[in-house]
């Protein structure tokens, strides 16, 4: 148990739906990141939040937005959805935007009908 | 934007040390070396990081070259519960956020 947690951990939706991924990072952890995993393809990289701020964005569509709370949880808000938005949604958090690991929840499995 | 080089597969006997191998050859002096592992479609799992000196933990151990433009990870004895996609990533964004950037990784696959 890496301490990250992702709710819910499945999520089945039709075409053009919007949808909220939830994410609870361990004690402690100031900086958030999303990434998104699609079918036999690697982890990309979304976007990262740091103690409430938007740290960096990596290939989030204008679809796709988040944000962290003050109690430093966080949220991904997926809209309009489309077929290809099917995948897995992964948060991992860090203690810092430094040099330390981060650790990962079990993910979001999305699923667009 | 992945920064590394790896096989995209390899086989390793039970019990057996697996050597895993990473180009980074464009590296930055401040940049650190990751290894994460992700099996079946579960959360990726950290393994080990390091900058530039050898890295021990009770996972595994991280060899990096002198030049560091590459590294080992090394599973000691290899058992069927660490086969699995394991990523080599070199932390960009120092300054911006030091975000993970994942490849394709070696997929390993331990033999009994």
């Known amino acids: 148990d890496s301490g990250v947690t992702q709710t819910p951990k499945h999520l089945i939706t039709a075409t053009g739906q919007r949808v909220t991924l939830r994410c609870s990072p361990r004690?402690?952890?100031?900086?958030v990141y999303w990434y998104q995993q699609s079918l036999d393809q690697g982890l990309q990289f979304l976007i990262q939040y740091y103690n409430g701020e938007e740290r960096a964005k990596g290939n989030i569509l204008e679809r796709f937005s988040a944000q962290q709370f003050p109690d430093l949880h966080s949220e991904l808000n997926l809209s309009s959805l489309e077929l290809g938005d099917s995948a897995l949604y992964f948060c991992?958090?860090?203690?810092?935007?430094?040099?330390?690991?981060?650790?990962f929840g079990q993910g979001t499995r999305l699923t667009v009908v | 934007d992945a920064k590394t080089t790896q096989p995209p597969s390899m086989d390793c006997a039970e019990g057996r040390a697996a050597n895993l191998p990473c180009n980074h050859s464009t590296i930055s002096g401040n940049e650190y070396v990751y290894w994460y592992r992700q099996i079946h479609s579960q959360g990726p799992q950290y393994i080990i990081h390091g900058l530039k000196n050898n890295e021990t933990n009770e996972m595994a151990s991280l060899i990096i070259t002198e030049d560091r433009k590459s590294s080992t990870l090394i599973l000691p004895h290899a058992t069927l519960r660490d086969t699995a996609v394991y990523y080599c990533i070199v932390r960009v964004g120092i300054n911006t956020g030091n975000q993970f950037y994942f490849g394709t990784g070696t997929s390993l696959t331990v033999i009994p």
């Open positions: 004690s402690g952890d100031l900086s």
């Open positions: 991992a958090s860090s203690t810092s935007g430094g040099n330390t690991e981060a650790f």
